[in-house]
């Protein structure tokens, strides 16, 4: 079970903020501390999948970590493991026979495919993917190996869907899929709801390894039914190049069907997306909508009162440089109903900062 002093008091608060009950509170979480390592800072180069070639150890860093999750913690947040992180999502092209090359630092690996595995749209048949694939082999094992040797300390996350026209974009490449659209309606509209198929497919294959072990860590909570191993993390990458009624008609149904199928999704949203906001908002049941800080764009923090209405009743995450959290948690002017994620956290601040956002409630209710 994960060791955590307030493991009950923090799992009743997500699920006040899943269930769209946090009202005026406000919920706070760590994106990265003031005197952690920089790693967005290290040179990336061309090597081989750790979670191939060093799967041990991997799991053994994994497991360290876990092991020494800090139970004095007050933090709304419980340890997750993500165990396919580093296969990248042009896994996806492996799984159809492309040629992967991963490249990163050493930390994590991510991937590309040398070329679209769907060269000739019209004469693609819309297979099954085996399961004697290579590349499903590992990410199996992979998930398997995890939840084997770390236990329940931990939630675990399942890969993230990529499917639709996200999918589309990684086995045809992104020219050809953006002109697919207009060039073949019809296969389009068949390739989406395959793609829905396939990744609810191998999204439950990873989740029946991990549910168990993931609930006997939180016990008999009924936060359990919102766990990253019970509910899938979507996106809209690929829609955000797009107007608008481009995700209306060819992914936001698929959407609405996945959430439906799981009674629950998460979504996130890089800010060249924010346009497809009011959209996304009609999906029903989405507990948690993670709205990306990205560069050229106003930050979420800034414009929060505006994205907070367009995606209302979905409950919404922002990263926040922890001097504005402070300075606006000292003023009682943080929007209510919000995840922040802080940037740049002194460690010594934690206590102090919880005590406030415990008992918090903005100035102008």
Avoid at 132 to 148: C, G, H, P, Q
Avoid at 191 to 212: A, E, G, P
Avoid at 240 to 267: F, N, P
Avoid at 323 to 333: D, K, P, S
Wanted: charged fraction near 25%; proline fraction near 5%; charge should be negative.
């Amino acid at each position: 079970m994960i060791n955590k002093i307030n493991l009950n008091q923090t799992l009743d608060r997500l699920l006040a903020f899943a269930e769209h009950r946090l009202e005026d509170g406000i919920l706070v979480s760590v994106r990265s501390y003031y005197d952690a390592e920089n790693k967005e800072s290290e040179q990336a180069y061309i090597k081989e999948c750790p979670l191939i070639t060093e799967r041990e150890n991997c799991v053994k860093l994994a497991k360290t970590y876990f092991e020494k999750f800090d139970s004095a913690s007050l933090w709304d947040f419980i340890p997750v493991s993500y165990p396919a992180c580093s296969f990248g999502e042009s896994i996806w092209s492996g799984f159809f026979g492309g040629k992967i090359t991963f490249a990163g630092t050493k930390n994590a690996t991510w991937s590309s495919c040398e070329k679209p595995v769907i060269e000739n749209f019209e004469n693609f048949n819309f297979p099954d993917f085996s399961m004697d694939n290579f590349w499903i082999r590992k990410f199996l094992e992979t998930a398997k190996y995890f939840v084997d040797n770390i236990g329940a300390l931990c939630d675990y996350t399942p890969f993230i869907f990529d499917d639709c026209l996200n999918l589309l974009v990684e086995l045809r490449g992104a020219g050809n899929a953006y002109m697919d659209i207009y060039d073949y309606p019809d296969l389009i509209a068949r390739f989406m709801d395959w793609s829905v198929d396939l990744n609810i497919k191998l999204y439950d294959l990873q989740s029946n390894l991990f549910r168990r072990t993931a609930d006997d860590a939180i016990g008999k909570h009924p936060y359990k039914k919102y766990l990253r191993s019970h509910i899938p993390d979507l996106s809209v990458d690929a829609y955000g190049v797009c107007d608008t009624e481009i995700y209306k008609k060819w992914g936001l149904e698929q959407h609405k069907r996945i959430v439906a199928h799981y009674s629950g999704g998460r979504m996130h949203i890089h800010a060249n997306g924010r346009h497809l906001c009011k959209t996304i908002a009609t999906i029903k049941g989405l507990c948690y909508c993670y709205l990306s800080d990205d560069i050229g764009y106003p930050p979420p923090w800034e414009i929060l009162e505006v994205l907070k209405e367009e995606l209302h009743p979905v409950p919404i995450a922002i990263d926040i440089p922890c001097e504005v959290f402070i300075q606006r948690l000292n003023e009682n002017t943080l929007p209510g109903g919000v995840l922040y994620r802080l940037d740049g956290v002194k460690r010594t601040e934690e206590s102090k900062i919880m005590k406030k956002v415990f008992d918090y409630s903005p100035k102008n209710r």
